[in-house]
């Protein structure tokens, strides 16, 4: 369906991609979604801290012009019941860079996760998910201070390629017939059939991604997580790959975990990224007990999805976890949370996931002292015990405030 509902802003200028690298005008267009549910709480304060840190960071010379896109059930209510528009998808392709709120997949069958949707149609290969303590978060660890992490998920393939029978469907009989038949395989009749493809292009450009983060972030490592121990030639190929591919592109400023032990003191080189990897079920025990050790992530989708989730709910949970899908240039930061239809327009939500998201699309353009006062501004409004009701319910003497007096009082320390 073609419309015209998106308009755009009276100044400034579209961000470029040329070269492999975005040409990030003082006045650039940046797309947002509000989301479903209680995007309407949490986007119009998160736009104006966002806009706020801008203009505190460089006093007027760059600020950002927004260009409001549709996705989800406000997109429904203007493109006759569509939920994911054929405009929304083409001005973030112009747009290069967006942020969204939360999306409620409508019920209905066979109809795919929003999110999902856009990732695969934009190309979105590499979902990034920091996750660090802030101090005075409440957090179920001793140490939370401890953990300071990047995860870089695969997005396109794993079990999110989407290739699955239903038991009693003619494809799936077809295909349990083939795999008997043919390959041999032995599973119990009436199974579901799902498909696991990993490929080496698939992986390459994921393992790239978390490699040139580490560099330019000066981290320290990048760990392989992957349950190859059994699925030898997907995820046991991921991990092959991915060390190929450092070895190959990366050689000069990595080393594997195995050559650094050989080194004199065992350590690698002032400015050497190490290579390691680990089996995922270990990975969980590894970041509760020693999360230190680990610094860029890279991974298959499932156990990013589940590795990601686990370790930010260390660190206070997914109220505060933010969340990018990035692919060649094309970027489309959002809130890691549901759409919460029950709190929706109580105003009371914690804005934090989308925050912080705002935070990485501001890292992404480059403007870096704006993202730095938004985290400073937030550990001061913690500090003073300012916090929305989830946090004040598991804090002594805290003033639980609003979501827009949140966003206030963060303006204010900014």
Request: a neutral charge; aromatic letters at 10%; one cysteine or more.
């Amino acid at each position: 369906m073609n419309a015209n509902l998106i308009e755009p802003p009276p100044g400034g200028r579209k961000i470029r991609y040329e070269s492999g690298r975005l040409i990030v005008p003082d006045e650039p267009w940046v797309g947002y979604v509000e989301g479903d549910g209680i995007g309407v709480d949490i986007t119009p304060p998160c736009l104006r801290i966002w806009n706020a840190a801008v203009k505190k960071a460089y006093g007027g010379r760059r600020s950002i012009h927004w260009v409001e896109l549709f996705l989800g059930e406000k997109a429904a209510k203007r493109y006759a019941g569509q939920y994911f528009p054929d405009e929304t998808l083409r001005w973030m392709k112009e747009l290069w860079v967006s942020i969204k709120g939360p999306l409620t997949t409508p019920v209905g069958g066979g109809f795919r996760s929003l999110n999902v949707s856009l990732r695969q149609a934009l190309d979105l290969y590499a979902c990034l998910r920091p996750v660090r303590y802030y101090r005075g978060v409440p957090s179920p660890l001793r140490e939370p201070e401890r953990i300071d992490v990047v995860l870089f998920r695969e997005n396109t393939e794993d079990v999110y390629a989407g290739i699955e029978y239903a038991a009693g469907s003619p494809e799936n009989e077809k295909l349990a017939h083939f795999l008997r038949s043919e390959l041999k395989a032995q599973f119990f009749e009436g199974a579901g059939l799902g498909v696991k493809p990993i490929s080496r292009f698939g992986t390459e450009r994921l393992v790239r991604k978390a490699i040139e983060y580490a560099i330019a972030h000066k981290r320290r490592s990048v760990t392989l997580v992957h349950k190859g121990n059994i699925m030898k030639y997907t995820e046991g190929a991921f991990r092959a790959w991915g060390y190929e591919l450092a070895q190959r592109e990366f050689g000069s400023v990595t080393v594997s975990e195995e050559a650094a032990a050989r080194l004199p003191g065992g350590v690698a080189p002032e400015g050497q990224i190490i290579i390691k990897d680990r089996i995922a079920d270990i990975m969980f025990q590894m970041m509760l007990l020693r999360p230190d050790e680990f610094d860029v992530i890279a991974t298959p989708n499932l156990n990013g999805d589940y590795l990601s989730d686990a370790i930010a709910a260390e660190v206070g949970g997914m109220g505060i976890a933010p969340g990018a899908n990035i692919g060649d240039g094309v970027a489309v930061f959002e809130a890691t949370h549901g759409s919460a239809p029950k709190h929706a327009g109580k105003n009371i939500v914690n804005p934090g996931s989308l925050l912080f998201s705002g935070v990485l699309l501001l890292e992404y353009l480059g403007w870096d002292e704006a993202a730095e006062k938004i985290h400073l501004a937030y550990e001061k409004t913690l500090a003073d015990r300012i916090v929305t009701y989830d946090f004040a319910r598991l804090m002594t003497d805290a003033r639980e405030v609003s979501t827009s007096a949140f966003a206030d009082a963060l303006i204010e320390r900014l």
